[in-house]
């Protein structure tokens, strides 16, 4: 079945660090890839999407890479603040499907 | 609302009872989802909704989880004879049904349940 495996938290970075959060998948045919965060107190917000190799999706300064050959969405930011500390979930929805596969989450905690 | 709304937002029972979980989707969103999310984990997918149609069920753990919309609005998701590996957030979700490559849910706060 679908399943999406990302790096384990937490991810303690200092104020203006460059942010990469692995994500990898597995599933058949061409699904289509999300990254969801998650804020404290919160619930999940959609940060970013794409639906085709190697379409890249973008929003408030995050970036990622549908790469189907290496089957990556990895998470990605120039440059963090601290009010990106949360906790960010890369999922996938599966060819024909309607739900979404989740990974487990990774925490981002930004330092001042 | 301007957002999917839930209620209760924490509820806390005795294992043993039955409880009943309520979603109020964006309004004029055709798709609910229901999902769990244990604690330290992502979300798993619980069922599916079209109008009023369950069309996936496929994700409940056992015949004690039961969801129904039955005006294609609001779903309730009713977990009977509650046991404590049912502590989870319960999630909410709705979509409209556009294309499916521009398909995006919207998920409501949750329900914490703890079951003691």
């Given at each position: 079945?679908?399943?999406?495996?990302?790096?384990?938290?937490?991810?303690?970075?200092?104020?203006?660090?460059?942010?990469?959060?692995?994500?990898?998948?597995?599933?058949?045919?061409?699904?289509?890839?999300?990254?969801?965060?998650?804020?404290?107190?919160?619930?999940?917000?959609?940060?970013?999407?794409?639906?085709?190799?190697?379409?890249?999706?973008?929003?408030?300064?995050?970036?990622?890479?549908?790469?189907?050959?290496?089957?990556?969405?990895?998470?990605?930011?120039?440059?963090?603040?601290?009010?990106?500390?949360?906790?960010?979930?890369?999922?996938?929805?599966?060819?024909?499907?309607?739900?979404?596969?989740?990974?487990?989450?990774?925490?981002?905690?930004?330092?001042? | 609302?301007?957002?999917?709304?839930?209620?209760?937002?924490?509820?806390?029972?005795?294992?043993?009872?039955?409880?009943?979980?309520?979603?109020?989707?964006?309004?004029?969103?055709?798709?609910?989802?229901?999902?769990q999310q244990a604690?330290?984990?992502?979300p798993?997918?619980?069922?599916?909704?079209?109008?009023?149609?369950?069309?996936?069920?496929?994700?409940?753990?056992?015949?004690?989880?039961?969801?129904?919309?039955?005006?294609?609005?609001?779903?309730?998701?009713?977990?009977?004879?509650?046991?404590?590996?049912?502590?989870a957030v319960?999630l909410?979700?709705?979509?409209?049904?556009?294309?499916?490559?521009?398909?995006?849910?919207?998920?409501?706060?949750?329900?914490?349940?703890?079951?003691?």
């Amino acid at each position: 079945g679908d399943s999406v495996t990302q790096m384990e938290g937490p991810v303690t970075l200092s104020e203006e660090a460059f942010l990469t959060i692995n994500c990898t998948y597995t599933a058949t045919g061409y699904p289509s890839l999300f990254w969801y965060v998650q804020y404290p107190g919160e619930g999940l917000q959609l940060l970013l999407k794409a639906t085709k190799a190697d379409d890249k999706g973008s929003n408030k300064g995050f970036e990622a890479t549908y790469r189907k050959e290496t089957t990556s969405f990895h998470l990605e930011k120039g440059s963090v603040q601290v009010s990106d500390s949360a906790v960010y979930f890369c999922a996938l929805r599966g060819t024909g499907r309607r739900a979404l596969t989740f990974g487990s989450g990774t925490r981002l905690q930004v330092q001042p | 609302g301007a957002g999917v709304s839930q209620s209760p937002r924490y509820k806390v029972a005795k294992r043993g009872q039955d409880v009943a979980l309520r979603c109020d989707p964006i309004s004029g969103h055709v798709s609910l989802f229901w999902y769990q999310q244990a604690l330290g984990q992502g979300p798993e997918f619980l069922t599916y909704f079209q109008n009023e149609a369950q069309l996936d069920k496929s994700g409940l753990p056992s015949d004690r989880f039961f969801a129904e919309r039955p005006e294609g609005s609001v779903s309730t998701l009713k977990i009977q004879r509650t046991q404590q590996e049912d502590s989870a957030v319960y999630l909410c979700a709705s979509s409209l049904v556009e294309r499916l490559a521009a398909d995006t849910q919207y998920f409501g706060p949750g329900t914490r349940l703890t079951v003691l």
